[in-house]
């Protein structure tokens, strides 16, 4: 068995590939490692470049070539394929820090918890600046559990950048991701909560996420346009949580409701102030709070604390069909001076 699979999905990105490989694909991790790539039904020269890796490294590269599916898909085939004790996820136009991935490897061998937390770096290309992720509330080689886990205010998550799972636990958990979607990376990170007991962090600061592309899911032109898969996302969370609620350990259930209540204010953010057409965006607002209010209470209770949102409800929503303007000028009517969400 191998220390670690990382599974790569790729989709038309030759242009970054030979950097994502490089980053990986080192002698001193070679002999620890199972690299499966996932050629998502790319039509570029992707998967050239994947099986001369695959050629060059046949005791560690396995190359696998399917109809397009999207990152979900991806993510899917390779938890089948996966042998390695450990899975992470590297997205094909990112890459690892060869240093820092090679501490990790080492400490790693000591590991039995169910989830690895590492920081990560993000890089913005276009402003030729990197903001480092940390957490500095945690202690190297630290073990935990989930509730002992503190994160940072800026992160109060474990995103797909800094997450490592034991694979049998995603196995066991029934890990499964939406296909033709983009956003499943939350499913990824949360739908394995109510499973994990211990965590461990390791200071590698590993993943380098490139960030601020035009093309990506989360810039805001490509984010409006895919909002109903957005939604789609949000709503399978939601829906997991409602049916796992009861199972839930106090600790599992206040990050899941943590992150969903992140999702929510992101959503319905975009919901008023970017939707084009003002009865579009009244009518997705009200029927996506009802099903919020009536599926997930204690979420919708939660999300709450978001000053504009909870104006928003208060009023119905009806200030979108006024004008996108209105809900600040509401507020400072409502609210003469800057009232400091919870």
Known sequence: MKLLTVVVPVYNTARYLPRCLRSVLVPEALERL???LINDGSTDSSVSILLRAERRYPQTVRVIDKENGGHGSAINEGLRAASGRYLRVLDSDDWFDTPAFLRYLDALEDCEEDLIVTPYTQEYAAADQRVFVRYDRLTDGKSCSLGELELNGNMPYVPLAAATWNTELLRRCGLRLSEHCSYVDMQYILFPIPWVKRVRFIDACVYRYSIGRA????????F????????????SLVDFYAAQRDRLDTAARAYIERVISLMVYTHTDFLCRKLPGRFAAFRRCRAFDAYLKHTAPSVYRQTDTYAELRLGRRLGFLHLLIGRS??????RLIHPHPQKDA
């Open 34 to 36: 199972e690299l499966i």
């Open 224 to 235: 409006l346009k895919n909002l109903p898969q957005h939604e789609r996302v949000l709503r």
């Open 326 to 331: 209105a809900l600040p000028r509401l507020m």
């Open 215 to 222: 093309e990506q899911s989360m810039a805001p032109g490509r």
